[in-house]
């Protein structure tokens, strides 16, 4: 626990009488540096929260220092950048080393840039909410001096964020907690998602709508204490949609439609650098080495998947489809022919 939780704490110089009499323009320069030290440890904020531009500007250039460190670790994959900005507890825990591995992956995906930043002055110890325009942060108030910092990239459709939160300890200002969750996918957060599900389902694409429900669970929640204010409602349509989906569609759906009738199993989503897509799995009576003959009948499913299944061919990138000739199994991998079709 830290000590003089309310105590700010003073800097003192100590100089002996001898080098004061030997050098009294250092006397000037060690007084008035001393001074200044005092004044700058001793400034009093107002208990309450600065975010982004409310934050001071000498203030948060100390905090964007700290920042620049801590990424420049992340990047490198390097704890050892890292330990001058962690607090001890940090530093300690081992489970940290695969944290900041897999940030230095996300990290070289994309620049990454500062979404919001809260410095936050405490009264009290104890569970704190934050509410911003389009979410509300909860976290426990463990120092009266807190920062919070959250990062995401500038310009891939599946986004990563980065948040880090730092604690002024009574050995200064330390790297406390990170995190790296999901923000956005698709290039959409999850009340984005969550509206283009509505409008998917308005439209009759049941499959769209809970493809983009599912994706918005994934990132409804970037931090763990970052909350989006219509949760409850979304999850009470995901309910609606399954139900729906469930009794429209039995599978295996065997497309009559086609000479071959392959037979739809699951239909599922992949993640690519470019978003995530629908991956449907079929059974085709073709052999597998048959690649020629496999290409010609996803052709043909290519041209009524829209019919049967509406929505699915619309709006998107690529639909992924694997061609199987017997059914995936839990105890070893089955052979399949994978196949892309590209929409825009």
Known sequence: MQKDYYRTAKTTFTLSLTSMRSIPSLIKLFSLLSIFSFLTSCTSYEPGIYKNGKINTSQKEDFHALNNQMLEGLKANSPRLMEGVMSREMIEDNSRLRLIELCSNRLKEDSYTLLDEYYIVHKERGKKVIKAPNYALSYDADTREMY?????????????????????????????????????????TAPELFEKAKQAYAQKYLLNALNNLE?????????EGWKYPDEAGMNDFYSKVIEEINLKYLYPLTLNQVPTHPRIFSISTQTTPDGVFPLVYYMSSIKLKD??????????????IGKVIPGIDKDKKYVFYDAFNEWPRNDRSVDRYDMTEKLK
């Open 215 to 223: 994706l918005a669970k994934v990132c409804a929640n970037p931090y």
């Open 148 to 188: 919070m910092a959250f990062f995401i990239p500038k310009s891939i459709p599946n986004k990563y964020m980065i948040s880090a939160v730092y604690c002024k300890y009574d050995y200064g200002w330390k790297l406390s907690h990170l995190e790296l969750n999901p923000y956005a996918l698709n290039g959409k």
């Open 291 to 304: 690649t020629a003959a496999l290409r010609k009948e996803n052709e043909n499913i290519k041209k009524v």
